[in-house]
T-cell receptor, first 113, second 112 residues
């Protein structure tokens, strides 16, 4: 069974530029999460989807961050414009049920210069 | 609100046993996870506790006491490859949804 796939693995951009991350969850996993992880910290939830519905986006900075999961499978997370403080690893995870164990992708490491 | 505390760093010797503690304060507790994360890699699932007691899985065991808001991860027969960050994560009911909140992680260094 293929795991959660994310791309790109690494991205370096200048501040004020846009950036997008893509996630393909494990087949059959209806719940998808985007987490942000700073160095030496635990993951922090940005948004959670049940199928195509965003059921928890309370921690997503909506002035610059947006996400979508149009067909209830793949998802994209966008930042526009990026700020220096956005430098972090963006982790995507999926679970079979809303209360099930999370499977994480390898993350997308963003560096904003 | 929710609060999760775990030690920042620990050091142990190869072959020994180490216990990583996690305390939490939350309303609507609905389970506790332990994840392992090697540097530069994704977190991987280790264990899940929702009822009080000990869950054993090979060299790893996890304990939960809901009344004390306390859990620990026990690693036996330590190997060098066990050097990693160990994340405690608590699920709780937040209104109509479940939320999974992670602690900051405990960085374990296993020495020869």
């Amino acid at each position: 069974e293929a795991g959660v796939v994310q791309s790109p693995r690494y991205k370096i951009i200048e501040k004020k530029q846009p950036v997008a991350f893509w996630c393909n969850p494990i087949s059959g996993h209806n719940t998808l999460y985007w987490y942000l992880q700073n160095l030496g910290q635990g993951p922090e939830l940005l948004i959670r989807y049940e199928n195509e519905e965003a059921v928890d986006d309370s921690q997503l900075p909506k002035d610059r961050f947006s996400a979508e999961r149009l067909k209830g499978v793949d998802s994209t997370l966008k930042i526009q414009p990026a700020e220096l403080g956005d430098s972090a690893v963006y982790l995507c995870a999926s679970s079979r049920t809303p209360t099930g164990e999370l499977f994480f992708g390898e993350g997308s490491r963003l560096t904003v210069l | 609100g929710q609060n999760i505390d775990q030690p920042t760093e620990m050091t142990a010797t190869e072959g020994a046993i180490v216990q990583i503690n996690c305390t939490y304060q939350t309303s609507g507790f609905n389970g506790l996870f332990w994840y392992q994360q090697h540097a530069g890699e994704a977190p991987t699932f280790l264990s899940y506790n929702v009822l009080d007691g000990l869950e054993e899985k090979g060299r790893f065991s996890s304990f939960l006491s809901r009344s004390k808001g306390y859990s620990y991860l026990l690693l036996k027969e330590l190997q060098m490859k066990d050097s990693a960050s160990y994340l405690c994560a608590v699920r709780h009911y937040g209104g109509a949804t479940n939320k999974l909140i992670f602690g900051t992680g405990t960085l374990l260094a296993v020495q020869p």
